[in-house]
């Protein structure tokens, strides 16, 4: 025993580092890989580039077959329409700086995803039923302009609405952020308008809709208007803080707008209640209450839906004609078979879609610039460096495609029978947008 101790002191320090040494060499070889894999990347990337061949910056642009890539639009001639390149953006139109070739390459694939769009909903428009729509709705409730740039924006719930309006409130310079932002004095004269003038004032402006895949707008909407399903408590000072700052939907709003309807559909409220909270009457989901009567319902029946049960309640909406904005299907809510949006964006590709958008319309991501602009009367071609420095880092973490791939596994203990019913209420939104159901998704 003795001999053994005497052996390992002696030899523990070099097999320590023996292991060590193999540990170490293991990572240098998955290292290897992962750098091996990248210059690999490179090295294809740069077979796709010299394969791009231009003929004339003020003629055309042909892109032909990359043996890294596949097949990319082979033989496929782009008018100068299409690729957007002007001489101006060439300089002398002899010499092309490779940077601005690249980025000519990347507009080019922009424009050519939004006219495919704009095409596919023109498409299922004139082929499917769609004329039930009230061009009213769009137009009171969800319609934005940014005034300076004759550009209107149909604003969907849980597809960037948030951030559509406040860019709008910035780049229009109000009204301030404690104030919803329907208090705009252009916007409210554009309302008092009849029907028929308003319709003409939109189709007149550049017209910009998002959307993004029916099934993750659902899960966001449980996520964002439900909370993942449980209702946190009133907290009146927090409350009152945050309405110093911003205009914000309050706790009792959300209790009787979202809580309170979902619980009565599901059968979640039992009929004595009003008792136990000492209310004379039956609860009626209709009746807006006090505060307090919300914060004893709210500590009686201790809220929480399921994803079932949300879609459950979703499902009854639809089934009555009265989906909550949330969910409201995009044929019903923008009218996109009445008015053909010019810009058809997708939160999936938000940052690449607007960034075109945005330079195509003149708007800028800088809402100081855009002020200055308003009040010098300024032209707006230097403000294009000025893009993107605040609105897309907000963009981006919304259009992570990353989040859409969690989103989809809300449904995984969904069942079928129900998965297959929400899609019938969804399928004319992915027809017309083009979306597609995730794989097994009614099996």
């Not at 409210?188 to 910009?208: F, G, H, W």
Request: aromatic content about 12%; glycine content about 4%; proline content about 6%.
């Amino acid at each position: 025993m003795r001999r053994l101790r005497i052996v390992f002191r002696k030899w523990r320090r070099p097999v320590g580092v023996f292991i060590a040494l193999i540990i170490m060499a293991l990572l240098c070889s998955i290292r290897y890989v992962n750098i091996k894999k990248t210059c690999e990347d490179i090295f294809k990337s740069l077979q796709w580039e010299n394969s791009l061949k231009v003929q004339s910056p003020l003629k055309s642009t042909t892109i032909e077959k990359s043996s890294s890539f596949g097949l990319l639009f082979t033989n496929t001639v782009l008018p100068i329409e299409d690729n957007l390149q002007t001489p101006e953006d060439f300089g002398d139109g002899k010499s092309i700086d490779l940077h601005q070739h690249e980025r000519s390459q990347d507009e080019i694939t922009v424009v050519r995803r939004l006219r495919k769009r704009r095409e596919k909903v023109l498409e299922v428009c004139r082929s499917g039923n769609f004329q039930h729509c009230h061009m009213k709705r769009p137009i009171n409730d969800a319609t934005y302009f940014f005034h300076h740039y004759k550009t209107s924006v149909c604003t969907v719930a849980k597809a960037g609405s948030t951030t559509w309006r406040e860019h709008i409130r910035n780049v229009n310079g109000g009204p301030p952020r404690t104030e919803n932002i329907r208090n705009d004095k252009i916007l409210k004269a554009i309302l008092r308008r009849p029907l028929k003038d308003m319709v003409k004032y939109v189709t007149s402006s550049s017209k910009i809709i998002t959307v993004r895949h029916p099934l993750t707008r659902l899960v966001s909407a449980f996520r964002d208007v439900y909370r993942n399903g449980i209702m946190a408590p009133h907290y009146p000072s927090a409350e009152a803080e945050i309405r110093k700052i911003e205009h914000r939907t309050l706790w009792p709003e959300r209790f009787h707008k979202f809580w309170l309807p979902a619980l009565f559909a599901l059968n979640m409220v039992p009929p004595n209640t009003h008792l136990e909270v000492n209310i004379k009457t039956p609860i009626d989901p209709s009746v807006l209450y006090s505060t307090e009567e919300y914060e004893r319902l709210y500590l009686v029946l201790q809220p929480s839906l399921t994803f079932e049960q949300f879609l459950k309640f979703v499902l009854k909406t639809y089934e009555e004609g009265n989906p909550d904005s949330h969910w409201s299907p995009y044929h019903q809510w923008c009218c996109p078979c009445h008015f053909d949006y010019d810009y058809i964006t997708k939160v999936e590709t938000l940052s690449e879609d607007l960034e075109y958008v945005f330079k195509k319309l003149g708007i800028p991501a800088d809402h100081h610039t855009a002020i200055k602009r308003i009040m010098k009367n300024e032209d707006s071609s230097h403000l294009y460096l000025q893009y993107f420095t605040r609105v897309f880092q907000i963009l981006r973490l919304i259009a992570d495609p990353k989040v859409g791939i969690s989103m989809i596994l809300y449904y995984q203990n969904i069942s079928t029978t129900l998965r297959g019913e929400i899609y019938k209420y969804l399928k004319p939104d992915m027809d017309l947008f083009g979306y597609e159901l995730p794989e097994n998704f009614l099996n």
